[in-house]
């Protein structure tokens, strides 16, 4: 027997369970008429935060997201401290100017006017796209700004553009090699605040609105199938044998899940099948893996005056990134380290973000993050380097609801159809019954929270406003 | 009797010998074509390097334009390389990151996170003016930032940031409460390029093309006449009676000089009146000073390492920045102290930029120079503070034909002609006769030389262009 409700969200991350909440606080919605299908056995979807006994210090850490980014336009930090549950104590600036590091020790970046030639660097990036419509990578850019600029440049500085704007994967957790140059055209709203409280508490905040009858955990979903003729509702199939049917549908899988086809273990069967401008959207977005790494050790053995310490890959051809026992070399990908000891007065922690394909990596081989880290570690050093007490990863390559962190334009050879960036405007391509949230479905800060939540409160309104003239089919 | 030419360029600054040297250099134009009428005894316009022996140390100092701003987009920069008058020697990068200064001695910028609270500023500034069209002033975007932003701010940094956003003044040429917000918004393309070589080989360089003969000097024109009726030829009448018919007048004479009266002793008086747009652009649009002082010592007391010293003004109000005999308080606005002895192994030397209304003060003052920056200059000592041998100043001010720097929006209250900010696109509003070049006709970059420099090329193109299907009115 299929249930019936009014509304079916797929997915309890924090774009579902906020478009859930937003349907419920309305009070147009019965606690009957909502249900929220989560394929894993938990909530939260991409925020999740380290159990307690993870960590030999007593420290949570958020392994998914970090920040509070675009401060100045961030709608749930300002819904937070609105409503008292974020604190002033709960948030940090970490955004002192850092030192950055390479293999040969502390680069001295103020000396070589390295900022300067960054800061030029962005600037010919929108130049260049003013101008060429060809999608190239952000590699390829900074190569054609070295190449175009040479003449201006010293050949120290020649030296460490390219690996200093190997900086930008540890935003868009793909290498510079591979990500389409037009992710670097991005601009920000704010600077970016550090989370000290991680974010259980906003998924938390979200289920006190929502009854806990409404949630079906460990129910991934299979098929959505729009009924046709005089009813146009959906019916939602899950891998269990669930089918429920209702008068609209919000889709908050990841992007990594719609890339999948039919026919996988994980993937969805589509009836009819998905309009070919969103299909084309999901074909030209990739999805990639920013992952963290974090060491506990005994001791602070590092600046403890420093917020963060960047380190810079060496010049090394991707072919060489790994060793051939599938190892990956030291010095192949840039890795910031987040001084945590300047949160927690407690030996000493620093949380690593790392980009794919090293992500990737680390996640499956947990006990060689050590092994990769400490000789780029050694650099920071201002005492004896200590062995960590305690090794904590994200694993989100490894979750088969998940497959990596957010989605990524990753560059296609000329022939691609994300050629024209207009194709690349979100996922805000719903019918009237089937609609889309979460991250991949904004322009603006895509994987961040913020977007996520923003998504969930689009869609939730979008059908509270086609609900006004809604004649209900039975 | 009546000379009559095919052009006539008004002014020979740089945008009007560029012109010149445009034209004359296609080969269709012959050298009686064209006649260059300049108000002053010389050319070059704001262009002017300091007398070799105003300098006691033997250094020509560039007393207009200093720097190659834009530097990925600048068209002189471009040209001069590549032909070769621009040697690598030439052309010196003092962006250093550089210490900044108050009355209370050194800032910890760093320490302070300064700096990235005046990047999330110029933020601010962005998502301000996308949803608020009211024009206000600089100052007041910065007071509604920190207002609207009070929880995320130190106490020391709200102290700093309007002080330090005042720094813009020593672009725009006049103060943040004066200067309309918008201003911020101007994006850069690439680094700024410190001009060593000064700029009077750029105008030798044009006047190589250009027959002296064309050039007439002490000549300012005082009228304007577009002829009625089958011919649309126009007069130009000069102040001593020369009158010059043409098919085509560039008028690059500077904004300054546009907004006086026609009955100011050097007003022109147009026949028929300019155009409303015309008009209401040049009502719209103001005239800053950006002025110079140059000290010279015996030796250098400062840190030699710098390229550049910043020096915050205090929170001090406008009514108390000068003193009750006209002369202005020490720290009353920024100082931005260019290290130039680190170009010349010679004594020491300071090129400070000034913005308005100090620049008025000090061009008709330059024996008080010393007095007023002595107590700011102290401290970015660190040897004994010695006198200077030798003070140059600019005299922009002071020019009846030039009367302050360059091109600025000011904030005007409300009701004024420039709340729209699409009234201010520029003064490329000449109509089939009668056209305008110059740094104030431009959008990106005004009161920059290679603007300038453009709009010549521009305005000859588009003669050359309206020639090649003219049949001429005789």
């Not at 390479?102 to 990036?125: A, H, K």
């Not at 101008?131 to 440049?153: A, G, M, P, W």
């Not at 060491?295 to 991707?318: A, G, K, M, Y």
Request: aromatic fraction near 10%; charged fraction near 25%.
């Amino acid at each position: 027997m299929t249930k019936s409700v009014k509304v079916i969200i797929v997915g309890a991350g924090v774009s579902g369970l906020k478009a859930a909440e937003t349907l419920i606080s309305c009070g147009k919605l019965g606690k009957d008429d909502i249900v929220v299908l989560e394929a894993q056995d938990k909530v939260g979807g991409r925020i999740q935060d380290s159990k307690i006994d993870q960590s030999k210090l007593g420290i949570p850490y958020a392994l998914g997201a970090l920040w509070y980014h675009d401060s100045l336009a961030n709608s749930v930090l300002k819904e937070m401290l609105e409503t008292g549950l974020l604190k002033e104590e709960d948030i940090y600036y970490d955004d002192k100017d850092g030192p950055t590091y390479t293999s040969e020790g502390q680069l001295d970046v103020s000396g070589l006017r390295l900022n300067r030639v960054l800061e030029e660097v962005i600037q010919f990036f929108h130049l260049y796209f003013n101008t060429e419509r060809q999608n190239i990578s952000c590699d390829e850019v900074v190569k054609e700004y070295i190449k175009s600029h040479s003449f201006f440049l010293t050949t120290e500085q020649k030296q460490y553009i390219r690996r200093a704007m190997r900086y930008y994967e540890l935003w868009y957790g793909v290498p510079a090699e591979t990500a389409d140059g037009r992710m670097v055209l991005e601009t920000h709203q704010g600077r970016n605040i550090l989370n000290k409280k991680g974010y259980t508490f906003l998924i938390d905040t979200l289920l006190e609105k929502i009854p806990e009858s409404s949630i079906l955990l460990n129910q991934p979903v299979k098929s959505v199938t729009q009924r046709g003729g005089s009813t146009k509702r959906v019916v939602v199939g899950t891998k269990s044998g669930l089918e429920i049917e209702a008068d609209f549908v919000v889709v908050t899988v990841p992007l990594s899940i719609l890339k999948l086809k039919a026919d996988d273990e994980f993937g969805i069967t589509w009836n009819p099948s998905l309009p070919s401008k969103t299909q084309n959207f999901i074909n030209a977005v990739d999805f990639a893996a920013l992952g963290k790494v974090i060491f506990e050790f005994n001791n602070v053995w590092w600046n403890q005056d420093e917020d963060q310490f960047l380190i810079l890959p060496d010049e090394i051809e991707s072919k060489h990134w790994f060793n051939a026992d599938g190892s990956p070399r030291p010095f192949s990908f840039p890795a910031l380290a987040v001084n945590y000891s300047r949160l927690y007065n407690r030996g000493g922690s620093l949380v690593i973000l790392t980009p794919a394909p090293l992500t990737d990596y680390l996640e499956s081989h947990p006990d060689q993050a050590w092994t990769y880290f400490k000789p780029m570690l050694e650099k920071i050093a201002v005492n004896s380097v200590e062995d960590p007490i305690s090794t904590i990863t994200s694993s989100w390559t490894l979750n088969p609801y998940i497959r990596g962190s957010y989605s990524a334009v990753l560059f296609k050879p000329t022939n691609s159809e994300s050629k024209n960036p207009d194709d690349l405007e979100g996922l805000e391509l719903g019918n009237d019954v089937i609609r889309f949230a979460g991250e991949h479905t904004v322009t603006e800060c895509s994987g961040c929270v913020h977007s996520a939540y923003d998504s969930g409160v689009r869609e939730a309104n979008w059908i509270l406003n086609a609900l006004q003239d809604f004649t209900p089919n039975l």
